[in-house]
């Protein structure tokens, strides 16, 4: 019995693990009146650079930028910063993360009234979660099912009293 419950307990937390094993990939999309830039990018990432007050710089990837007309033209970082100073920048509106610029928090949403870095605030940021989990997740959920599986065949059946 004890060592039915204590599979039950890996296998639930190993399955309570996997939805924290990594950040949610976010799939950000980018347009205003000459522009459509998309990317990827995790919900908490590392920033390369941050300034306190002032922004912070991610590493994102599959990033195409494509101006109107014009050839795409592919990047590593975003910029994320007030006003028009930082790519991104929030001209008007809600902020596109929450904590700090060492630590930020990006949410699925639609943000309004942003600049690119490159003129006016008319653009629309749009981060969505991806479709498909990543490879750590799948990991922890396997091994949690695998662990409920060993325990469960592992019990003894008893028999019952006559």
Same mark, same amino acid.
């Given at each position: ?14 399955? &309570? #693990?996997?939805?924290?094993? !990594? ?18 990018? /995790?919900?908490? %990432? ?15 990837? /599959? *990033?195409?930028?494509?101006?109107? %007309? ?5 990047? #590593?970082? *975003? ?9 991104? !920048? #929030? ?18 949403? =639609?943000? #309004?009234?942003?600049? /690119? ?12 979660? *991806?479709?498909?989990?990543? %490879?750590?997740?799948?990991? &922890? &959920? ?6 409920? !599986? ?6 003894? =059946? ?5």
């Amino acid at each position: 019995m004890m060592k039915t419950l204590m599979g039950v307990a890996f296998g639930a937390g190993a399955m &309570m #693990a996997a939805g924290c094993a !990594g950040a949610t990939v976010l799939v950000a999309t980018y347009t205003d009146a000459s522009s459509t830039e998309t990317w990827k990018q /995790d919900s908490n %990432p590392t920033p390369t650079t941050f300034t306190a007050g002032a922004g912070t710089t991610i590493a994102v990837w /599959d *990033a195409a930028w494509t101006l109107d %007309p014009g050839p795409a033209v592919t990047y #590593a970082n *975003a910029s994320y910063g007030g006003g028009f100073s930082g790519s991104f !920048g #929030a001209a008007f509106g809600s902020q596109i993360y929450t904590g700090s610029e060492a630590a930020p928090v990006f949410a699925v949403g =639609r943000y #309004a009234g942003l600049s /690119d870095g490159s003129g006016g605030s008319s653009g629309v940021l749009t981060l969505s979660a *991806a479709a498909v989990p990543e %490879p750590a997740t799948w990991a &922890m &959920m396997l091994a949690g099912f695998a662990g409920l !599986g060993a325990f469960s065949l592992g019990a003894r =059946r008893r028999p019952l009293a006559a």
